[in-house]
């Protein structure tokens, strides 16, 4: 019997999804299981059926994959272990032989068209674009039923996995393109690294001035940095119905997130936990250090105080 971890991840094989996972040695050495779709992956991981699950939660161009921020905010109770942010090239994928004047069609899931929608106007402008569920979907797809009209919006290594060749590198509009992956499992809060990131969901008691102000100043009184704030409908109630996911940098045992946790539930509607996990990236700014010790420094001092109180 295998001891080997089960990672889902957004598949099939080729996808930048699986090129992050592969980044991760410990996670590359376990089971890598493929999925056609984001739920799919999250229902595995709910289900016992793999152990984790890996997939793609924002865009430096487009911004959040909201499908994948949405699962995770109002349909499973899976908590974030880490995050990966990977460099991404978009190729054009097509069989051998194919011209670009030979290209009427254009498959691709809709993020990745829509991050190359400038070339695809300037250089394609007559093709209709096809979705599908990943750009690793869209290669097989076009291996399975090859035809010089068609092509893929695929990572470079899809080309060779599907035997595809590349028509043009880096079809990007802009430089700098990243997407940023998150490992979701059960339950599991890992260690605080100094260098974390938490994310909660916000429900606000009532629709008021001022509300969102409320939220953000039990942050800052903190010294405590967020690094996204995305207002979302709730899908509970209608038009203007909405709650605020926010990442802020810091983690559940620090004791100043912790401060402000305990009074957002006290204070709003309702907040949701999505995980305390290693933060991507450099290292965050040592603030937050100092706010704590000061806090820490303020608490004993009303410690000291009420220490005196005589019993009643």
């Known amino acids: 019997m295998s001891n080997r971890v089960r990672v889902g991840f957004l598949g099939p094989f080729g996808t930048f999804t699986e090129q992050a996972l592969r980044t991760q040695a410990d996670l590359a050495h376990g089971e890598l299981v493929p999925f056609r779709t984001v739920p799919d992956v999250l229902d595995a991981v709910e289900a016992g059926d793999v152990d984790l699950g890996f997939v793609p939660i924002e865009n430096s161009i487009e911004g959040t994959v909201n499908f994948t921020q949405d699962a995770l905010a109002f349909d499973y109770e899976l908590l974030i ?68 009209g068609v092509a893929a919006i695929a990572p470079r290594n899809a080309a060779a996995l599907y035997g595809l060749e590349v028509i043009a590198d880096d079809i990007a509009d802009h430089g700098a393109n990243q997407t940023r992956f998150v490992l979701v499992g059960k339950q599991l809060v890992p260690s605080p690294t100094g260098h ?55 983690h559940i045992a620090d004791e100043l997130m912790a401060d402000v946790m305990r009074s957002l539930h006290s204070k709003q509607g309702a907040v ?25 420094e303020a608490d004993d001092w009303v410690e000291s105080i009420r220490a005196n109180i005589q019993p009643s």
Do not use: M
Not at 94 to 107: C, K, P, Y
């Open 196 to 250: 974390d990131r938490t994310a909660l969901v916000v429900y606000q008691r009532a629709d008021q001035p001022g509300s969102l102000i409320g939220i953000l100043q039990e942050f800052a009184a903190r010294r405590i940095n967020l690094s996204n704030l995305l207002s979302r409908p709730t899908k509970r109630g209608g038009l203007g119905d909405y709650c605020f996911i926010l990442y802020a940098d810091g």
């Open 81 to 148: 272990e880490r995050e990966v942010v990977l460099d991404i090239e978009h190729c054009l994928l097509a069989a051998s032989g194919t011209a670009l004047t030979d290209i009427t069609e254009v498959l691709s899931i809709p993020v990745a068209t829509a991050q190359c929608h400038q070339y695809l106007r300037t250089n394609l402008p007559d093709a209709s674009i096809t979705p599908a569920s990943s750009t690793a979907e869209a290669a097989r797809t076009l291996s399975a039923n090859p035809s010089a």
């Open 272 to 296: 949701k936990f999505l995980g305390s996990y290693p933060a991507a990236g450099e290292h965050a700014h040592s603030s937050r250090e100092h706010a704590d010790a000061r806090w820490r």
